[in-house]
């Protein structure tokens, strides 16, 4: 057994992106077993993890799991087994659970809501997925503002964000040093105009406006694994 990798406090997170593969296709003969699927995230579960399912819209990728655990060895298992059940990896995030620097003083419930969130949320199948970063060009340098000027900033973004609290869940977990990009967002909501609008509204707000650089979007639809499998007509 390998010795646990984990994180002081909080959760590790891993996005998986995936696209299925029908038999005999030209990348591989063999196609995504569903069995192997299912039997992959049961031992997932079954190791106290959590995994959220969604079914993907649009050409990126048909399925996206997201992994959260406490242990880095576990969450790579998870990736292998996965992939050995044919289905293809084609993106990938990893983050963080965090407490923002600029959240000082925050509840000890809201703390351990965001360190140790429960996921996914009931009644919010709409998924959304993104990574971004605060900019750092030579005129517009996020990080060479004075810290009260941020956090001024950044109480104003999460005064947007708040006013959609009981429509969208927003899970922003920090990348920083282990991936591309600073934070990855994960949202959900009850109907996808919901994410549209407050990612919207939150461009408006400076520190998005003029210092927020955004990777790109995955949309989809959250349920059970069966479910997702059963539209991907993956039998």
């Known amino acids: 057994m390998s010795e646990l990798i984990s994180p002081t406090t909080g959760l590790a997170v891993l996005h998986l992106f995936c696209k299925t593969k029908q038999e005999n296709d030209e990348q591989s003969a063999r196609g995504t077993d569903r069995q192997a699927v299912i039997q992959a995230v049961k031992k997932i579960e079954e190791q106290g993890d959590q995994v959220v399912t969604a079914a993907i819209l649009g ?66 199948p709409a998924f959304c997925f993104y990574p971004m970063s605060k900019r750092r060009d030579e005129q517009v340098n996020w990080f060479t503002l004075p810290f009260e000027e941020r956090l001024e900033l950044m109480h104003e973004h999460g005064a947007s964000g708040r006013a959609f609290a009981g429509r969208v869940l927003q899970v922003i977990t920090g990348s920083t040093g282990v991936d591309d990009f600073e934070w990855g967002v994960t949202l959900f909501a009850e109907h996808p105009d919901d994410l549209k609008e407050v990612v919207y509204t939150m461009r408006y707000d400076k520190a998005s406006a003029i210092y927020a650089d955004f990777g790109p979007f995955y949309a989809g639809v959250v349920n059970e694994l069966e479910v997702v499998l059963e539209h991907l007509s993956i039998n």
């Open 59 to 124: 050409h990126k990728a048909d399925v996206a799991f997201m992994l959260l655990g406490n242990d880095w060895w576990r969450l790579r298992d998870a990736q292998t087994s996965l992939a050995q059940s044919g289905l293809e990896i084609v993106d990938s995030y990893v983050s963080l659970t965090e407490i923002s620097e600029y959240a000082a003083g925050l509840p000890e419930q809201m703390r351990n809501s965001r360190l140790y969130p429960e996921l996914p949320p009931p009644d919010k």
